[in-house]
């Protein structure tokens, strides 16, 4: 219900520039800049979800509080994913990182789920906690490609 | 003139203290001009408003009417200039704050009264 | 001691809705992005609302005028008109984002969709307005807005560097877009004009007379001192946890979360209630703030103290406000999205009712001998000039950093 309307705004913003930059051929892709954009804020949407889990883990929140949040950051990481997936890149170099990212947020989305399920299970939410900075790291590391390859 | 800018988009109350609208215009009569009359209702926005939105404005408030959308209080109703203009006479006499009764039609029926 | 305490629960209940969604918002992110250094903008914007509040709240006791009757009688009838519809627009975007606010910290604490809570919201806001005295509404906020409070320990509980600390209450401008629409943001998040339109309305409603001077001096300064106290620690437990992480808050209930690391469900469940009084009294100010403007700027009969039978008008107005609140926090909008437009154009509307105000505070044929000291002029209009460049810079910054999305 509550999708995060800002990154949404901005996939449909995007959405609506790709469609008119089809018509006029050719301009409006997703630029080496929007890539890392997109990447870092699925770093971001991974260190809250450990600081949410963590919550979970040790049993110091509330369910229904640890479930909306993790519900809330999920979509946000689906639609990052889409986001990526539906973009023609700029450079087309970067298209391995695309990828990469692509499953990165799918992923994040998946143990953001996860979580958003089992909000009380202590258990779940560890594993749930170390899969997500893993992810994290490999964001961080897509990221870090990028800029490599920035001229 | 300073009386007129003071008066002008006053507050007015009438002799109980009830809150019966704005001074939206003035009168002014003779030579030196003095005043004659408070002019009261959204009849006279039109006026007070730039030429290019006062057309809108006009749509939207109806011609001026009097007696409806514009009353006319002479200025000897006037009893005194504080931080409002104090009417000597109630609302009702004067054929002011009618706003007020309509509304409380539909008020009156919510259902905490 | 009992004149003490009687004090401060006044100044308490003076201010609650002071700390809306707004400034949950920005001074959360402001600490995710930018560490400690808006404190200084912090502080700056509560300062100003001091001035600005102080100001209004002399004026109403003096001459009896609130803010919307100066406006109409000092800058006439058009600029006041548009004054008015700038004010009005704002104040339903700000009470449709504080509707939400509330649905979604509900959402946070109880199992059920968020379409049902901003109705349950505007339910329970009448109720408490139809069955609370004015006096009443003010502390039941007020108080409850205390529960914030947990902020501040959180932040002793962290131990931050309070040397790194200390350095963000210098001002520094750093020349990235996204820094100054920050600068902009928290300062206006503090600078609500609702709050004010309120407060001095508000004065009216007690009956307030020149023996309440001194009374309105203190809610100004220890009044919003306090609830600077509170925005400064918002930002420093953002900053201590969020911005090592590089955690993006782009959520509500991510304000939350630095309470919940350090005090475990006790901090979290503080933290939510106390973002529930704050932004629910946000709700009731900013509805109340418009239907004020509005009938005061017509002339009409208002005030709660008359009750809806003698201000039938008023009370109308007060539920269509409600009303189109409601629809706009239902539209599906994410309401910190809203948060972010309707502070922009606070400060953008600033001026325009900003300086009706100091100019009537300062005038002597109106204020005798409670017109601006030396104090109070310098101030005031240092704090227009402030608000002047903040207001042409606003909407610029707002496109150019995609509203703070970079």
């Known amino acids: 219900m509550i999708a995060s309307g800002r990154k949404r705004a901005r996939s449909a913003a995007l959405a609506v520039l790709a469609a008119l930059a089809i018509a006029f051929s050719g301009c409006g892709d ?28 040790r049993d110091a929140t509330k369910t229904t509080y640890a479930r909306a949040m993790a519900r809330t950051l999920s979509e946000q990481a689906e639609h990052e994913a889409e986001k990526l997936a539906d973009a023609t890149l700029e450079e087309p170099e970067t298209d391995d990182q695309r990828h990469a990212a692509v499953a990165v947020a799918e992923e994040i989305a998946g143990l953001l789920s996860t979580l958003q399920t089992f909000p009380g299970d202590e258990h779940h939410a560890e594993l749930v906690e170390k899969h997500l900075g893993e992810a994290g790291e490999k964001a961080d590391a897509i990221v870090a490609q990028l800029s490599g390859d920035a001229p | 003139m300073y009386v007129v800018h003071r008066l002008l988009d006053e507050q007015i109350c009438d002799a109980e203290g009830k809150r019966v609208g704005r001074v939206d215009d003035i009168e002014l009569q003779g030579n030196p001009p003095r005043v004659t009359a408070l002019l009261v209702g959204e009849g006279l926005y039109p006026r007070r408003l730039p030429r290019s939105l006062a057309r809108l404005a006009r749509r ?3 011609p001026e009417t009097w007696g409806k959308n514009a009353l006319r209080i002479p200025w000897e109703e006037v009893d005194e200039l504080t931080s409002t203009v104090k009417l000597r006479k109630k609302a009702e006499d004067l054929g002011l704050g009618q706003g007020d009764d309509p509304g409380r039609w539909i008020v009156g029926r919510l259902p905490w009264n | 001691m009992k004149a003490i305490l009687k004090i401060a629960l006044g100044i308490i209940a003076a201010i609650g809705g002071f700390l809306d969604i707004g400034d949950l918002v920005f001074t959360t992110q402001a600490g995710a992005l930018f560490r400690y250094d808006l404190l200084w903008a912090v502080v700056l914007g509560v300062i100003g609302i001091a001035v600005y509040a102080e100001m209004s709240g002399r004026v109403a006791a003096v001459s009896g005028r609130p803010v919307f009757d100066v406006i109409r009688m000092r800058m006439g009838f058009g600029m006041g008109l548009l004054a008015l519809v700038a004010s009005t627009i704002v104040n339903v975007l700000t009470l449709a984002a504080e509707l ?9 604490l109880f199992d059920a969709p968020y379409a049902m809570f901003v109705v349950a919201a505007a339910i329970a806001l009448v109720g408490i307005v139809a069955l609370l005295p004015f006096g009443g509404i003010e502390r039941f906020f007020g108080y409850g807005g205390l529960l914030l409070f947990v902020v501040v320990a959180t932040v002793f509980h962290q131990n931050p560097d309070w040397g790194e ?4 209450f210098i001002p520094s401008i750093d020349s990235s877009t996204l820094y100054l629409y920050f600068v902009v943001g928290v300062f206006a998040a503090a600078l ?4 004010v339109h309120f407060y001095s309305s508000g004065a009216i409603e007690e009956g307030w007379t020149e023996e309440n001077l001194k009374e309105n001096r203190l809610n100004a300064i220890i009044g919003y001192g306090i609830g600077g106290i509170l925005a400064v620690g918002l930002v420093i437990v953002s900053g201590f946890l969020f911005h090592p992480l590089g955690v993006e808050p782009d959520n509500l209930g991510t304000v939350a979360l630095p309470m919940q690391g350090a005090f475990g469900e ?11 009084f704050c932004v629910g009294g946000a709700a009731i100010d900013s509805s109340f703030a418009a239907s004020y403007n509005l009938a005061q700027f017509l002339g009409w009969e208002w005030g709660r103290y008359q009750g809806p039978r003698k201000a039938p008008r008023f009370t109308a107005s007060w539920l269509v406000f409600l009303l189109l609140g409601i629809a706009i926090a239902q539209s599906g909008i994410n309401p910190v999205d809203i948060t972010e437009y309707s502070v922009v154009l606070a400060v953008v509307a600033l001026p325009l009712t900003y300086l009706p105000v100091l100019l009537i505070a300062g005038d002597r044929s109106f204020m005798d001998r409670y017109a601006n000291g030396p104090i109070a002029t310098t101030l005031g209009w240092l704090y227009f000039a402030v608000i002047v460049v903040l207001a042409l810079a606003a909407i610029p910054l707002l496109l150019a950093t995609n509203a703070g999305g970079g």
């Open chain 3, 192 to 195: 609500m004009p609702y709050e």
């Open chain 2, 60 to 62: 939207i408030s109806g």
């Open chain 3, 165 to 168: 600390v200390g350095r963000g």
């Open chain 3, 266 to 276: 006790t901090g979290l469940l503080l933290a939510l209630g106390g973002m529930l």
């Open chain 3, 100 to 108: 939400g606010g509330i649905a979604i910290v509900l959402e946070l």
């Open chain 1, 30 to 57: 997703l630029s080496n800049d929007e890539l890392n954009r997109g990447v870092e804020s699925l770093s971001a949407l991974a260190a809250q979800g450990e600081l949410v889990a963590n919550g979970v883990a």
